[in-house]
């Protein structure tokens, strides 16, 4: 029998497209490899969110060469999947030597079934690809456009696993919030970024991407038709932005005890102006109302952030109300994570201002030891 191994990078929705990626290769008769050392073929699941990911992919493909070179093995077949494929499959094959084929992570589909390793808890896509526009960001270059999967797929996935005895779920999208809303923008990103002049008063806001939804939004209405089956205990949901946490959403939230109480929203920056240069569509004014709505609903809610420091031109002082926002909104927990400049991205090309790696570096230090060390004497618990 044929063995396969997956070597995931990145976030949660990576992990998932790898458990029905490993659904793929078992219906096909294949069986998991214990390790990349002793495998037919190596399925190399990539994240483009910094460059230091793409380096570590390119690190572990050069790892995997080396070892069955030295061992005068024959060389398993390298599958090259996720994020990394904005670069083109041509750019790709050049820049990576190695790889002998390249999977679209589309090609995987919603509905392959998944091998998963975790018996009580399962990752359930709802969402793959992105509308907005965040500046920064490579997601709507490496996942495309946002594109939801149907309820009845979804609550047919969730009574697949419950009959299998799991009772804890995450429903995943990059903008989970939005699932099910109509979608606008169509050729929009293609257009814009082929211009020779390229202005930040270019960029459509975020949320005109999405018709606002009339009466109850359904990402709502999912939630709901979750929560009836009796044996699922805990929904999770990520990631969600504050610009479609609408106040229905947030009385769900509130209300439904199913819903776990911590909640994923990141803010990005504490700084209005930094907040406007990434076109993140809200100030840290709206930022905190849909917080402070959440936590004052319930009080056992609380909240995690992820914020990105150095952005190109932050000043001390935007970095200072960072600072000041990040200690006084005590979130549970904050990824921190240096700006990394991303080719194709609309910061890319609009923002030459970099802040020099030494400052970045700082910067993080300071921000992850307020957040993540300091705060946490303050902190409310988790339950
Ligand atoms: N540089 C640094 N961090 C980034 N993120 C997204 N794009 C970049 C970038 N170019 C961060 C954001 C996002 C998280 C998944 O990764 O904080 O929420
Ligand atoms: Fe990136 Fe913004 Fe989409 Fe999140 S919402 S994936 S940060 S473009």
Redesign the pocket.
């Known amino acids: 029998m044929k063995k396969y191994f997956i070597h995931t990078f990145g976030c949660q929705s990576n992990k998932s497209d790898s458990e029905r990626i490993a659904g793929d290769y078992e219906a096909r008769g294949y069986q998991p490899a214990k390790s990349w050392e002793d495998t037919d073929e190596v399925v190399v699941n990539t994240c483009a969110i910094r460059k230091s990911a793409e380096d570590r992919a390119r690190a572990f493909v050069l790892k995997v060469v080396k070892h069955y070179k030295d061992k005068k093995l024959p060389k398993p077949k390298i599958i090259f999947t996720g994020c990394m494929l904005h670069h083109g499959k041509n750019k790709i094959m050049d820049m990576v030597v190695d790889i002998d084929e390249i999977l679209p992570v589309n090609e995987v589909g919603f509905n392959q079934s998944a091998v998963r390793r975790d018996k009580k808890h399962a990752w359930i896509p709802i969402s793959a690809g992105?509308n907005?526009?965040?500046t920064y960001?490579i997601?709507?270059y490496s996942r495309g456009r946002e594109q939801s999967r149907s309820m009845e797929e979804i609550i047919k996935e969730v009574k697949d696993l419950v009959e299998k005895g799991y009772s804890e779920i995450t429903l995943l999208g990059?903008?989970v919030n939005s699932w099910g809303l109509e979608k606008l923008g169509i050729g929009l990103r293609k257009m814009l970024m082929s211009q020779d002049e390229f202005t930040r008063e270019m960029i459509p806001d975020?949320q005109s991407q999405y018709l606002k939804p009339k009466g109850t939004p359904p990402f709502v209405k999912l939630l709901r038709e979750i929560s009836k089956f009796p044996e699922i205990k805990i929904i999770r949901f990520l990631?969600s932005?504050p610009w479609d946490f609408h106040d229905e959403l947030i009385n769900e939230v509130v209300n439904n005890k199913k819903i776990d109480r911590y909640v994923h929203l990141p803010v990005q920056s504490g700084s209005n102006t930094v907040l406007e240069r990434m076109n993140r569509g809200y100030t840290t004014q709206d930022y905190e109302k849909v917080a402070n709505k959440l936590m004052k609903g319930d009080p056992n809610i609380v909240l995690g952030t992820d914020i990105i420091v150095g952005f190109p031109g932050e000043t001390n002082e935007e970095f200072e109300e960072t600072v000041e926002f990040a200690k006084r909104m005590n979130w549970q927990v904050g990824f921190v994570a240096m700006y990394s400049p991303r080719p194709g991205t609309a910061a890319f090309k609009l923002y030459k201002e970099e802040i020099p790696y030494k400052i970045r570096k700082n910067r993080w230090e300071i921000l992850d030891k307020i957040i993540n060390k300091d705060n946490l004497k303050t902190r409310p618990k988790v339950v």
């Open positions: 992105c907005s526009f965040c960001c997601v709507p990059q903008n975020n990631s932005n």
